[in-house]
Nanobody, 125 residues
């Protein structure tokens, strides 16, 4: 099984940018579709973005489309989430997760099999 560790979170002002990284180990990273999900205080965990195991297709939630970009490098066992034009409502703990399930289930939180510990992103006004 694969283990994932997120990094890159922090405090940023509205309109700023952050780049989250997710380093994978312990498994065949290139076999997994990868996703970023987030959970704000008092809210349920929600889907943010996903990328196929080959990196040939990516998807983003409507709430972040045009502002966030997911990417991966299988040679480096790493997936990234570039976040631009950040808003206070983007404040959450961001999780990287791996899925060996169908691409069609990518928006379902329950379809992800291996999760990191999360990294906090706080956007101030």
């Amino acid at each position: 099984q694969v283990q994932v560790v997120e990094s890159g979170g922090g405090l940023v002002q509205t309109g700023g940018s952050l780049r989250l990284s997710c380093a994978a180990s312990g498994g065949t990273f290139s076999r997994y579709n990868m996703g970023w999900l987030r959970q704000a205080p008092g809210k349920e965990r929600e889907y943010v973005a996903a990328i196929t195991w080959r990196g040939d297709s990516a998807d983003h939630a409507d709430s972040v489309k045009g502002r966030f970009t997911i990417s991966r490098d299988n040679a480096k066992n790493t997936v990234w989430l570039q976040m631009n034009s950040l808003k206070p409502e983007d404040t959450a703990v961001y999780y990287c997760a791996a899925s060996y399930r169908s691409w069609y289930s990518r928006t379902q939180v329950s379809s992800y099999d291996y999760w990191g510990q999360g990294t906090q992103v706080t956007v101030s006004t």
